[in-house]
């Protein structure tokens, strides 16, 4: 199985909304043990290892990109 990065929701926008909403009255600490407990369980639910570990590539590489991107806008 190849990790899929184009949307695969018929309503993708609806699908963001669910997960913004189900971190609202959380606290930080809270917001982050749902991440975590979400991403463990679709990773079972994927059940494939190279697939995580392309997901971990790329994720990773999103938020160092971001993180870099503003630095840069701050420098300036």
Same mark, same amino acid.
């Given at each position: 199985?190849?990790? !899929?990065?184009?949307?695969?929701?018929?309503?993708?926008?609806?699908?963001?909304?669910?997960? #913004? /909403? =189900?971190? %609202?009255?959380? !606290? *930080? *600490?809270?917001? =982050? /043990?749902?991440?975590? =407990?979400?991403?463990?369980?679709?990773?079972?639910?994927?059940?494939?290892?190279? #697939?995580?570990? *392309?997901?971990? #590539?790329? =994720?990773?590489? %999103? #938020?160092? *990109?971001?993180?870099?991107?503003?630095?840069?806008?701050?420098?300036?």
């Amino acid at each position: 199985m190849a990790l !899929s990065t184009s949307s695969n929701f018929a309503k993708p926008d609806d699908a963001f909304r669910a997960v #913004v /909403e =189900a971190h %609202r009255g959380l !606290s *930080e *600490e809270q917001s =982050a /043990e749902l991440d975590a =407990a979400l991403v463990l369980i679709l990773a079972n639910h994927i059940g494939d290892l190279d #697939v995580l570990r *392309e997901a971990i #590539v790329l =994720a990773k590489r %999103r #938020v160092v *990109e971001a993180d870099q991107q503003q630095q840069q806008q701050q420098q300036q």
